[in-house]
């Protein structure tokens, strides 16, 4: 019997130290927070810069560095983020953890006996502006902030002006060719001359014959008998000429009979 009392003391005791436990552990649940609003359109440079933190030694040249903190001990700790950027032309949205785009961004926690993860960090391309977020938290927080940042440089190198196309030179004007000289007198029409010994239409004429066969008031010879020969003796050559035809076609026709 003693033995039996001390089984149900042992039971008894382990029983209700193991509710004290279970009244004593929170019970923790995922939730989901949003981005302090204050914090929202805000651009890196806006908020407390803090470069020489050790975790954005590895911040490239020309990004910001964003440090999210989770606060409230019932907020649990972070689970994963999801953020809205404006690049200046679009929105962009950027979720931690991810290895897989081009943002690097990584979580820390606390140290202690009960450590909690309540620290994201974030690398962008420098002057974005944070739109807003969310986070899924182990917790029931309301929300998580920024907690400093450090803002890089965004380039502005401006394009090199191209280069002005040449004027092409003019030419030189030509010299105009010397103007030639001018004869000094244009010549005048040739005039023929006239043959002083001819004589004018008018004095050329011939004379006519005086019908004595005597000379004439002129200087020149009377030929009208020398010409006036010539034509009968032309005409008597035709007709005799003309009468032996005759004769020769009349000789033709006749028939002689024996």
């Not at 309540?118 to 309301?142: K, N, R």
């Not at 940042?149 to 010299?175: D, F, H, L, N, W």
Request: net charge negative; charged share 15%.
């Amino acid at each position: 019997m003693p033995q039996r009392r001390r089984l149900a003391r042992a039971a008894l005791s382990t029983t209700a130290a193991a509710a004290s436990l279970a009244l004593a552990t929170p019970a923790w649940a995922s939730s989901t927070i949003g981005l302090n609003p204050a914090h929202e359109g805000q651009t890196a440079s806006h908020f407390t810069q803090v470069c020489d933190d050790e975790r954005f030694a590895g911040l490239p040249a020309g990004d910001d560095g964003w440090h999210f903190v989770l606060p409230g001990k019932e907020s649990g700790s972070f689970e994963s983020l999801t953020l809205t950027f404006d690049d200046g032309t679009a929105a962009v949205t950027v979720r931690i953890p991810d290895g897989s785009d081009a943002y690097p961004d990584f979580f820390y926690s606390t140290g202690g006996r009960a450590p909690r993860q309540i620290h994201a960090y974030l690398f962008t391309p420098a002057g974005w502006t944070l739109v807003g977020g969310s986070a899924t938290v182990s917790g029931t927080g309301t929300k998580f902030n920024v907690s400093h940042t450090c803002a890089g440089e965004a380039s502005t190198e401006s394009p090199s002006p191209s280069p002005s196309p040449s004027t092409p030179e003019s030419p030189q004007p030509s010299e105009s060719p010397s103007t030639s000289a001018s004869p000094s007198g244009s010549p005048s029409a040739t005039e023929s001359p006239v043959p002083s010994g001819s004589a004018s239409p008018s004095e050329s004429a011939t004379a006519p014959a005086s019908p004595s066969g005597g000379t004439g008031g002129g200087d020149l010879p009377l030929t009208g008998a020398a010409v006036t020969g010539m034509a009968l003796t032309g005409v008597a050559l035709i007709g005799g000429g003309a009468a032996l035809m005759v004769l020769r076609r009349r000789r033709d026709r006749i028939t002689f009979t024996s």
